[in-house]
């Protein structure tokens, strides 16, 4: 059974979709946190559609699993409500999940609450999870705190912008906005996101896990392009009673890839594709072991 539910916080309200089972006894839910940038509940933004999440929920509510999926909050606010877009941060989206928890725990009827964390929405996840969750599933989730990643990006991309980089994020890691950046840079550190990327690289996905004392699924593709099984092993290191599961030839939305990366890139704007069966088999299982 599929309702619209709208959970006040302290931010805004969060906007998602609750399936229920059908069964008259209290089933688990899988709470489902989206990934970066502007993406809604179903896995989508305006410049491609997947419906990945969608998928996901519907395909563990084929197994009597309730699911809740929800919009980032920054797609509540208008073009025009550039103060409150800028005065988001990273501790906005975890106190928002910690709302959503909390939200579904008091209702008490659900027989246990899992938190699964996509891409961005695994950091979110596993630090919003902390003492409220009954257990947590990181899915293409990073390893390393994003001022690492965004060195190691550039220095893969180009190489001659690394020591700006590096210098800028020395900075952002000190609590320090940078004034002057190369215009190289300015799509990655404008004067309007620097504010975020200071609350989120405080962050470290390593000790985040390992302060969680309650069951833990790491899942990653071997065919993702934008987290690579390295970052999944990270964590799992990180947490070692954890479950790692990497999942041959998918990609970062949970579809199968056989071919190169085009298929893989023609992907992310196809919502016919289902998501692959593996996946849901990992959390199904993961999800009813969990005591």
């Keep these: ?26 089933a688990p839910l899988v709470i489902i946190i989206p990934g970066s940038g502007p993406t809604d509940r179903d896995g989508n933004n305006v410049m491609m ?10 395909n563990l509510n084929d197994r009597n699993i309730a699911t809740y999926r929800y919009d980032k909050s920054v797609l509540s606010y208008s073009k025009e409500d550039s103060k409150n877009i800028d005065s988001l941060s990273f501790d906005v989206f975890i106190n928002e999940a910690k709302y959503v928890i909390n939200y579904f725990k008091q209702t008490e009827h659900y027989s246990k609450i899992i938190v699964a964390g996509h891409s961005q929405g ?30 190691e990006q550039i ?61 833990v699924l790491i899942v990653n593709g071997t065919k993702d392009i934008q987290v690579s099984i390295e970052q999944a092993e990270l964590l799992h290191k990180a947490k070692a009673n954890s ?15 056989n071919g190169d990366t085009n298929e893989n890139m023609l992907s992310y704007s196809n919502p016919n594709l289902p998501v692959m069966e593996e996946l849901i088999n990992i959390i199904t299982t993961f999800v009813y072991e969990i005591k």
């Design 1 to 26: 059974m599929e309702t619209e539910v709208v959970i006040p916080t302290n931010s805004v309200s969060i906007k998602g979709t609750l399936l229920n089972t059908n069964s008259e006894e209290k």
């Design 49 to 58: 559609k997947n419906n990945s999440l969608k998928y996901l929920a519907e």
């Design 122 to 151: 695994s950091l979110v996840g596993m630090v919003a999870s902390k003492e409220i969750a009954d257990g947590f599933i990181s899915i293409a989730g990073a390893g390393k705190s994003i001022d690492e990643i965004l060195v």
């Design 155 to 215: 220095e893969k991309q180009a190489p001659f912008l690394k020591a700006d980089t590096e210098k800028i994020v020395r900075e952002l890691k000190k609590g320090n906005t940078v004034a002057e950046v190369n215009p190289n840079l300015i799509s990655l550190f404008n004067k309007q996101i620097q504010p975020f990327l200071i609350s989120w690289i405080k962050y470290d996905p390593q000790s985040e896990l390992e302060k969680l004392a309650i069951p």
């Design 243 to 257: 479950q790692l599961n990497l999942i041959e030839n998918m990609n970062h939305l949970f579809k199968e890839i």
